[in-house]
């Protein structure tokens, strides 16, 4: 199982940004999908997560009503919309895909930088 991350970048304070977060060679049904960031000199936290099947949701508190996370199943991509971004947003951003049976796989990461 591959996992690619896109849409990284550098962004103004308030501005937006759409990670995706593509998977291939996969053999087995996803349970579950989510955002993680890391930022320098800090340990890595769970942004949002989604399940496959029913779509339900979870977001940190940091980051409630400005990200959304979604999927197509369909494209076996994963989504991160990023509105009204603040310089504390700055960190690389992994996505992470637990397959039914348990196995869990990371993307590469993508970096977003929130600087004026």
């Known amino acids: 199982v591959h996992l690619v991350e896109s849409g990284g970048g550098l962004v103004q304070p308030g501005g937006s940004l759409r990670l995706s977060c593509a998977a291939s060679g996969l053999t087995s049904s996803t349970y579950h999908m989510s955002w993680h960031r890391q930022a320098p000199g800090k340990e890595r936290e769970l942004v949002a997560s989604i399940t496959s099947a029913s779509g339900n949701t979870n977001y940190a508190d940091s980051v409630k009503g400005r990200f959304t996370i979604s999927r197509d199943n369909a494209k076996n991509t994963v989504y991160l919309q990023m509105n009204s971004l603040k310089p504390e947003d700055t960190a690389v951003y992994y996505c992470?895909?637990?397959?039914?049976?348990?196995?869990?796989?990371w993307g590469q990461g993508t970096q977003v930088t929130v600087s004026s």
């Open positions: 992470r895909r637990v397959m039914s049976g348990g196995y869990v796989y």
